[in-house]
């Protein structure tokens, strides 16, 4: 278990040893995973690395944080901007693919570094951070393009700068009249609950815009009793939650684990929003399930799990053409005007029925 004084909660693990001293890691993979290490950045918050069972070699935290040698295997298919961020951005940090809302990626440091990360080659310590000059940049342009009705905040993770940086960043989106809902996408919330405090809460809350936060979780143990007391935060102050959740080989990618994971998220007042295919980013490979598979998890869960418990499972399509549910299809259309329905037991249905509920 971690060493580290556990009185200070935004305490961090950030090096090998760090991870090693604290028996997440073992010695002898020193060697093997210094050119890993060398490239992608370590940040394991000590609130994480304490509900890592470091018994279980299969603990499903561990997988998503700790550094693995796998990560050293690039396949041809995978891609440093595998989302096509680059190919939408107008302004330095700032992404427009679609009309009405943009990404500002504010800030390009994170709590935890996922080992998954679809923006690894973006995000990190030393990553591009938007400076003042660029934040200007970015405000001019929303301000130039009424069309622009949501700014999604992410990066990296906006909820790692301070409240008044925040508060100032904030201020300046409230002033733009046509910005309407400001969405928040982190990962503070699980990672690094003791964050989310009452100076924070009142930095996003205070103003016009309406605040929404996506709050990215992709196993029931990362929902602590100290995430649930901030997520609590949020939703008695009116700030409502949505969970963004990426479907992960070995972390989970099973029935029971998701239906647990999702159920939770609603007791927590999360409503699950997105379940993302996940992306093509370099050595993530050993974390990828194929559509297919994604796709039976989601129909079986459609028969067994509560309607508002049921994210919608999204594929970003590599080149920067954007996001789409890929989960399975239920309504066969047939030329004459008839459409085949089938039910979520496999069985088929004539729509409209020619006589009540004929099959197909
Ligand atoms: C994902 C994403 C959004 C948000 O999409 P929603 O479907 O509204 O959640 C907006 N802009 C870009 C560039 C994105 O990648
Ligand atoms: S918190 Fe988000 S942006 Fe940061 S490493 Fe994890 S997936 Fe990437």
Redo the contacts with the bound molecule.
Sequence with gaps: MPVRDESHPNQRLTTVDDLISSNLLDDADRVSLKQVVSKYAISVPTHLARLIDSADPDDPIARQIIPHVEESITTPDENADPIGDFTHSPVKGLVHRYPDRVLLKAHSA?????R?????EM?GPGGDTMSDTDLEAGFTYIAAHPEIWEVIL????PLVLSPDRLDKIFERLNAIEHVKVIRI???VPV?EPGRITDELIIALGKRRATVYVAV?CNHANELSEEARQACDRFTTSGIPLLGQT?LLKGVNDDIKTLDVLFRKMVTARITPYYLHHPDLAPGTGHFRVSLEDGQSLIKQLRGTLSGIALPTYMLDIPGGHGKVPVGPTYADIRVNGTTVVEDVNGKTHVYPPSQPDSEA
């Design positions: 994170c709590a935890v570094y996922c998954f990360c679809f923006r690894r995000v992410t990066g990296g993770d996408h982190t990962r990672a990215h990426v």
